[in-house]
């Protein structure tokens, strides 16, 4: 079983924005991706901060 989640990068460490329902110690595969706004930045006209909220529409997922 697998879960997509976002997760901020603090003091070297990933961090969940969310609770992922891990026991401590539980080990899991990583595959480390940016953002599709900072992917994106520069190629379009407007400014990133609201790029990065029309990306995280709901209408999205």
Do not use: N, Q
């Not at 991706?33 to 992917?39: G, H, L, Q, V």
């Amino acid at each position: 079983m697998g879960i997509k989640v976002k997760a901020r990068y603090e003091g070297s460490t990933l961090k969940p924005i969310k609770e992922i329902g891990l026991k401590e110690g539980e080990e899991v595969e990583i595959v480390v991706e940016k953002s599709a706004a900072d992917k994106f930045h520069g190629m379009m006209k407007i400014p990133k901060k609201l790029a990065d909220e029309i990306i995280e529409m709901e209408m999205w997922d």
